[in-house]
């Protein structure tokens, strides 16, 4: 099983500012890798897939890269909407996908 | 418009069952794969179980190996998870999932439903 650890748990930071939130897996998992945005009360929004390929109409700001074992995802300047949990999730072991614990980026 | 719509969720005591439903729209069915993913807040989010469309296989997470059944009634555009021998640890919100596909490889879940929560406490 693979198993994904997502750091740091916590981001503390103010809306223009850029946030990078990693994502490694204990196996390599190729660009099998996801990530997605989660607000309280709602269901998690894919925002990228193929580790850098954003999802229908998401913005131009979030971005992903990485391959094999280590990801990234960058939010280039923060809107308030943008606070959220964040979470990775691997697909290179279909059907047997698993997530990370998640980001939360919380206003400084 | 891609909609899902869960229902079923409740109150249920330890080793009892309950049955989830997934009304889907705007996509066929039939063609689609469609999981149940749950989270908790201890264990984060958790795929449960995903029936391949075409009629095709049903696969589960280890966890729920043997009391889980997930199936579907493409003709109804529902999706179904039927859950027994129910223990504190299933306690969950439950999601009903579209699984993504890019070229021939599901990448990750682009659709969801709203969730339903499951409680297994006596």
């Known amino acids: 099983e693979v198993v994904l650890t997502q750091s740091p748990a916590t981001l503390s930071l103010s809306p223009g500012e850029s946030a990078t939130l990693s994502c490694r897996a204990s196996q390599t998992v190729a660009n099998y890798l996801a990530w997605y945005q989660q607000k309280p009360g709602q269901a998690p929004r894919l925002l990228i897939y193929d580790a850098s390929t954003r999802a229908t109409g998401i913005p131009a700001r979030f971005s992903g890269s990485g391959s094999g074992t280590d990801f990234t995802l960058t939010i280039s300047s923060l809107e308030p909407e943008d606070f959220a949990v964040y979470y990775c999730?691997?697909?290179?072991?279909?059907?047997?996908?698993?997530f990370g614990p998640g980001t939360k980026v919380d206003s400084k | 418009e891609v909609q899902l719509l869960e229902s079923g969720g409740g109150l249920v005591q330890p080793g009892g069952s309950l049955r989830l439903s997934c009304a889907v729209s705007g996509f066929t069915l039939s063609t689609s794969a469609m999981s149940w993913v749950r989270q908790t807040p201890g264990k984060g989010l958790e795929w449960v179980s995903v029936?391949?469309?075409?009629?095709?296989?049903?696969y589960y997470a280890d966890s729920v190996e043997g009391r889980f059944t997930i199936s579907r009634d493409n003709s109804q555009n529902m999706v179904y998870l039927q859950m027994t021998s129910l223990r504190a640890e299933d306690t969950a919100i439950y999601y009903c999932a579209k699984d993504t596909i890019s070229g021939v490889v599901v990448v990750g879940y682009e659709y969801w439903g709203q969730g339903t929560r499951v409680t297994v406490s006596s």
């Open positions: 029936t391949m469309g075409g009629g095709g296989s049903t």
């Open positions: 999730q691997e697909s290179s072991y279909w059907p047997r996908i698993t």
